[in-house]
Every structure is written in structure tokens, then in C-alpha cells.
């Protein structure tokens, strides 16, 4: 009698992120990443990817808006490391180059249908110091965003 393979559940992710706003910024782009524990795995889709640089609108609101889709389904055998989705918002610094304005980690809703979700963004102060560390050295700046967003073993 051969043993019953493992039942598995699929989570498909499909949005989009929206906009953001950062008063003291402009010209910025968003990258995107999935983390997830051991026994999750991608099937389908993108688990990263980068937008286009947008400038602040406009009206009143002065937002930054990227309508960039997400689409990604992931399969697993149990929900331990349910996915999070890493944002990190990047812009050019004072020589051009580009430096993180911040970043954050939100987790995939757990109930199918519509969901908005808003990612608080830790920032990093803009004083002389951390322009010139940026510059450089890269700074204080997360050099691998999926640590923000980390799952504990």
C-alpha cells in the first residue's frame, strides 16, 4: 500500500500597490518581495519586482502613485509562515543616487475577497550624517529588505 501523499493548499495573491506618500520626497520608485516559511513555495507569478519612478500628484493629497500589480500564487501543506509582502520605497539622495526612504512588511490577508492594507513605513532621518553615510557607505539602510519582514524560525 503506497502512502498517501501530502494534501496541499494553494493562496493566490493578486492586487496591486497603490500609492504612498512621503511629504518630503519625490521621484520614487517601489520594490516588492514575498517572504515565507520553509514550507511555502512560489507556483506561479512573480515574487518580486520593481515599479516605475512616479512623481507626487497633483491635488491635495500630493501622492505618489504606482498602481503596480502583484500577482502570485504559492502553495504549502500548512499555514506556519504565512506570506508577507516586503515593500521598500527608493529615491535619488542629493549626488543621484539611490537610497531607501523606507520600507515595511505587512502580511497576505487570511480571508479570501477584497482587502486594503497599509504598510507602515519606518523612515530614516534625512540630517547631513545619514546623507553623507548614504553616500558612502549605503548607510543604515536595510541591504536585504526580506529581513524586515523575517520569518522566525
Known sequence: MAAAAPSVFLLMVNGQ??????????????KYCFVYGQDWAPTAGLEEGISQITSK???ARR??????PIDV??????????????????GPDVFGNDVVRGYGAVHVPLSPGRARMAA???RGSAGLRT?????????PCP???PLVGRVES
Open 143 to 145: 541591504r536585504q529588505p
Open 63 to 68: 501622492a505618489l502613485v504606482w498602481n503596480f
Open 17 to 30: 500597490v497603490e500609492s504612498a506618500q512621503f511629504p518630503e520626497y519625490d521621484d520614487l520608485y517601489c
Open 131 to 139: 546623507t553623507c553615510q548614504t553616500h558612502v557607505s549605503s548607510g
Open 57 to 59: 500628484s497633483q491635488d
Open 73 to 90: 500564487t504559492f502553495k504549502s501543506t500548512n499555514p506556519y509562515g504565512w506570506p508577507q509582502i516586503v515593500l521598500s520605497v527608493y
Open 120 to 122: 507602515a513605513f519606518v
